[in-house]
């Protein structure tokens, strides 16, 4: 025959950092074109050189499975 065990209710600090954990895991998630894919390529638009140094310009993600086949879609 098995024992029932009364657990405490979870309030110690061990379970707040288990929450906080898994809270914190939830926000990570992939990146994902439309089409499926995963492989994805950075390109920055619009940079200055600035005495041989580039800087500035927009930062974009773009999904290199669509890239090859001619299409310029943009995931991030
Ligand atoms: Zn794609």
Redesign the pocket.
Known sequence: MTKLILVPKGDSPKIKQIIKRVNAFSKVAFLQ???G?RDMIQVTTGLLLDGGTPKGGTKQWL?A??LVKG?R?IVY
């Open positions: 074109c439309a089409c894919s999904c499975s669509c299409v879609s």
